[in-house]
């Protein structure tokens, strides 16, 4: 058995044969068409075209009529086959004594270059579209009938897939997706999310050790990936499975309740967001809003940096769809681990402990000014709240948000509406800002815990360093005591206090998490109703005489040992009955 | 009867003039009689072409000339103005 690792995109499990596939790998040759032949030879063309068009016609039509998005994409792949530029260029070429074939060769190799040159990743990346649009009609052309070879329900192993690709693989047919690249915004992560089709992405090495017809398991929630795996591992799937089904079942009773403890202690649960594309699961998951909108990927994903009117008008789109409830926005996020191709930033001996976040846009104030404007602006449309990341002291929350007011000045001297009551946040992730946390309560309308930054920092573990990675631990009795004083100081100048990191969405955390009296956990919308049906279950005094005994104990084994004494049992009662009512 | 129109149009949304915006684009203007051309910095393409309009690489904010020629000039530049307005996602 061998375990791989990648970025879970799409919840689900799936355990099946592997089917590889290897796209982009045409070859294409070249003759010479006499005169007399040239008209059949355009025919030839012109109906290859109009074969692959109707193809992605059919698969269409197979499509449920609820899924907007694939059916958006599909068109606008149909269309590009039967663009007229492209077919005019290959008959110009196939006048010259060309075949069809090799005029399309040709053409797709003139839009590389024009493609390649263009400054904005996303339309660079649209070559890939056309490529696999022309490889088809290529197929097709030389006798190859697409369609699949296989009639095996399977896991589709590939580098990467096309949207066409992603459908095209028939969903009764594939249990799930995993891919060598592609990432959380990659296309066939948003169509089988859409689709209902577990999927991992980012899963390095899977193309050299998996071979076709190996027995794979796949979590498209944790992103794990067991080749051949023991019959322990396939029972544990299973399992994951059948609970998985269950929820899903049980989503659409559980959307409208609220999440309060039996002795009636109320916990706001709100969505993590990443694309905009999400906001129908943020909203189908029950959210009570955005907890954590990550913007990061506009700066990522492009070459140049985004513009006010961008910011905006992405803003714009998540906060008016999600009224009446409230968006958080997190300003940028950028620096240590994450590069921004638009900005020139040093090099850097240790990037953690680097110009990274709120230092960053302190610094670069056109960068700063040019996000907080946006999001001052969306704030007319809807709920904005905004928090600033690694705050470490006083002074420099103070900083940020003086340099905010500022921009609240212009835009009102410049006549944009924005919400001047909009409510500005401190993410607690560096232990000075804990220990300062009763001064930063005087000067925040709230705080959000990001554990993730919160446990690397406190414990100097560098969670992605193999050598020390086990000592990253969330129940360290230090972590306990850091996420205590933050909500007492928070509740003590009477603001509100909630948690953002991964630590919000694991239920073995949550009745500590309940006992510790935060107000809000925001997490992945998969794991909202989960959490709410589980919180339902939980007495509030039950949790706090919990959190009263862990405070006093040692280590993190001695931590879980205590709240597996207490609600170990409840754990795994509820588990089970989620999965068998 | 007007034969040639030049205005301009501000692209909005996000993404810009994406292919969605653009496949729109070609389906709305099949079956009118004009010339469509869609110009940015002094480069043309053929409105119905997604490619060629992808090539612009048309990103939220930037400002491109539509120019149409013939019969239904009038109504071709409508038809664009209403699509890319519309589409803001």
Not at chain 1, 26 to 42: A, D, L, N, Y
Not at chain 1, 199 to 221: C, H, M, N, R
Not at chain 1, 229 to 245: G, K, N, T, V, W
Not at chain 1, 448 to 457: E, P, R, V
Request: negative net charge; charged residues 30%.
């Amino acid at each position: 058995m061998k375990i791989l690792r990648g970025l879970g995109v799409s919840a689900g499990v799936a355990v099946g044969p592997a089917q590889l596939i290897f796209p982009g790998h045409i070859k294409v040759s070249r003759t010479q068409i006499p005169p007399s032949e040239i008209p059949k030879e355009i025919k030839r063309l012109e109906e290859a075209i109009e074969a692959t068009a109707q193809e992605i016609q059919r698969l269409k039509a197979q499509l449920p009529e609820n899924l907007g998005e694939v059916h958006a994409i599909l068109e606008a792949q149909r269309l590009i086959v039967k663009d007229p530029s492209l077919s005019s260029e290959a008959e110009a070429l196939i006048r010259k004594g060309f075949n069809a074939e090799w005029a399309l060769f040709k053409v797709l190799d003139r839009y590389r270059q024009a493609f390649a040159e263009l400054p904005d990743e996303y339309f660079r990346e649209r070559y890939q579209d056309l490529a696999s649009m022309v490889e088809k009609v290529i197929f097709y052309l030389q006798g190859h009938r697409s369609g699949n070879a296989w009639e095996e329900k399977s896991i589709i192993v590939a580098q990467d897939l096309s949207p066409a690709d992603t459908v095209g693989l028939k969903p009764d047919l594939t249990l799930a997706f995993v891919t060598e690249g592609g990432s959380r915004t990659s296309h066939t992560a948003i169509v089988a999310r859409s689709l209902g089709i577990p999927a991992v992405v980012a899963a390095k090495g899977v193309l050299k050790e998996i071979s076709p017809g190996d027995l794979v398991a796949v979590d498209g929630t944790t992103g794990e990936i067991f080749i051949a795996p023991e019959p322990e591992i396939i029972a544990e799937f299973s399992q994951r499975a059948r609970r998985f089904q269950r929820l899903k079942e049980r989503l659409h009773q559980v959307a409208h309740l609220e999440a309060q403890t039996k002795d009636g202690r109320r916990i706001t649960l709100q969505a993590n967001l990443d694309l905009p594309e999400e906001i129908p699961f943020v909203r189908e998951y029950g959210a009570e809003g955005i907890g954590l909108f990550r913007t990061e990927y506009l700066y990522v994903s492009r070459r140049e940096l985004p513009s006010e009117e961008l910011l905006f008008e992405t803003y714009r789109q998540v906060v008016e769809s999600l009224r009446p409830y409230p968006v958080t926005i997190r300003t940028l996020d950028i620096g240590g681990d994450k590069f921004a191709s638009g900005l020139e930033l040093p090099e850097e001996i240790n990037p953690a402990l680097g110009l990274r976040a709120i230092r960053l846009c302190l610094k670069q104030e056109d960068l700063f000014r040019t996000q907080l404007r946006a999001i001052l602006r969306a704030s007319a449309y809807g709920q904005v709240k905004v928090m600033f990341p690694l705050i470490s002291g006083v002074a420099e929350f103070l900083r940020a948000r003086n340099f905010l007011e500022r921009i609240k000045e212009e835009l009102a001297q410049e006549g944009h509406p924005f919400d001047p009551e909009i409510q500005v946040g401190v993410m607690i992730e560096v232990p000075s800002a804990v220990a300062v946390a009763d001064l930063l309560a005087k000067e925040a309308d709230f705080f959000s815990i990001g554990t993730n930054d919160l446990i690397q920092y406190t414990l100097a573990i560098d969670r992605g360093n193999e050598e020390v990675s086990e000592l990253y631990e969330p129940l360290h009795p230090a972590i306990l005591r850091l996420i205590k004083a933050t909500v007492e100081a928070g509740h003590r100048e009477g603001i509100p206090v909630s948690m953002c990191g991964e630590m919000a969405g694991d239920l073995l955390y949550i009745p500590l998490l309940v006992g510790f009296e935060l107000d809000e956990l925001s997490m992945t919308p998969q794991s909202i109703p989960e959490v709410k049906l589980f919180i339902r279950e939980l007495e509030f005094r039950h949790c706090r005489e919990l959190v009263e005994r862990v405070l006093h104990l040692t280590c993190q084994d001695e931590v879980k040992e205590a709240v597996a004494a207490v609600f170990g049992p409840r754990l795994q009662e509820f588990s089970k009955r989620l999965w068998s009512e | 009867m007007e034969s040639k129109i030049e205005e301009e149009i501000e692209i909005r949304g996000p993404l810009g003039l994406h292919a969605r915006p653009a496949a729109k684009l070609a389906k709305a203007l099949a079956g009118i009689k004009a010339e469509v051309r869609l110009g940015k910095d002094e480069r043309w393409v053929d409105a119905r072409s997604i490619l060629d309009v992808l090539t612009l690489a048309a990103s939220g904010g930037t400002k491109l000339k539509v120019q149409a020629e013939g019969e239904e000039a009038r109504k071709a530049v409508e038809t664009v103005k209403g699509v890319l307005e519309a589409a803001s996602v």
